[in-house]
Each structure stands twice: as C-alpha cells, then as structure tokens.
C-alpha cells in the first residue's frame, strides 16, 4: 500500500530541530583534536616523497621545493650544473624548450611543516635522474641529484637542505 505524507508546514517544522542537530554534531566533530605530527622516520616508511621542515627552516620563510623527474642525460647534465636560483629564473622556459623530458613537483613548504606522499604525478618519459632544487635566501647551490628508483626524503634546515634516505649523487 503506498502511503502520502504531507510535506506541509508540521512536518518542516519537526526536521528543523534534526536538521539543527545534524549541523551541530558535524560541526563539533571538526573542533576534535589533531593527531601528534609524525616523526622524520614515520614519514619516511613508506613513502615515496618526504619533506620535513624544521622550525627554522629557510629562516622561517616560506621555501619553495621543485622536484624535477629528467629523461634526457644531456638535459640532465645541464641541470647538475645550476644552482637552483638559477633553475627557478629558467624553470618555464626549460619545460618549454624540452617538452617530455622534464616533470617537475612544485611546494611551497613553511618552517615545521611536514609532507608525505606515496606517489608523484604520472611522467611519460624514463627518468634517468631526480634533481632537487630548493629556493633558500642564503647562498648556495640548493640543489641534490638523487637516482630515480630512490624515494626522495629531505629535511629542510635553517640554510641548506639534505637527503635522509636513498643516496645523493
């Protein structure tokens, strides 16, 4: 048998109290607690990238991080050469003149911030290097180049970045 319920004022008038209570239980559940910030090994284990800034890192400004996948080794070579001051003025151009060869992974990462992830966007080309280049406000290359089958694990210092994990070449 089907049955018709009114839709009327009554009814709109009883959900608004459920409707209220729903809103302030989801509410509520965004004020719980956030879990403790890993810690450097935590989130190294399993990951594939890692960024761990320390609270001092970069000065306390913000650090911009470039990972670039290369697959070209005379592409590859020319970056071994640059600083990563010189990388960030070049980055564009150089995606557009070697379209294919390069893919590159972009963060802004502030003083204590802490990034983990199990994958990279998807790269067409065989990557024969990974270089890591980081915009410090100190001098110095600011540059790591990585072998393409190690995970990539950084801590960020105060003035200078370095690998935890896999090898630097």
Do not use: K
Request: net charge neutral.
């Amino acid at each position: 048998m089907f049955m018709w319920r009114s839709s009327g004022p009554d009814v709109r008038r009883r959900s608004v109290p459920a409707v209220a209570a729903f809103a302030a239980a989801l509410a509520l559940q965004g004020c719980a607690g956030t879990p403790a910030a890993p810690s450097t090994e935590q989130i190294a284990q399993g990951s594939l990238v890692s960024l761990v800034a320390d609270a001092d890192s970069n000065g306390g400004q913000p650090l911009a991080i470039d990972v670039v996948r290369v697959a070209d080794v005379g592409l590859d070579a020319r970056l071994s050469e640059m600083d990563a001051a010189r990388w960030f003025r070049a980055r564009e151009q150089l995606l557009r003149d070697n379209p294919g060869l390069l893919a590159v992974t972009s963060w802004e990462v502030v003083a204590g911030q802490r990034i983990s992830l199990r994958s990279l966007p998807p790269f067409e080309g065989t990557p024969v290097s990974v270089v890591v280049f980081a915009l410090y406000q100190t001098p110095g290359t600011h540059r790591l180049r990585l072998s393409p089958e190690d995970p990539v694990h950084l801590a960020l210092g105060a003035r200078d970045f370095r690998t935890t994990a896999g090898q630097a070449r």
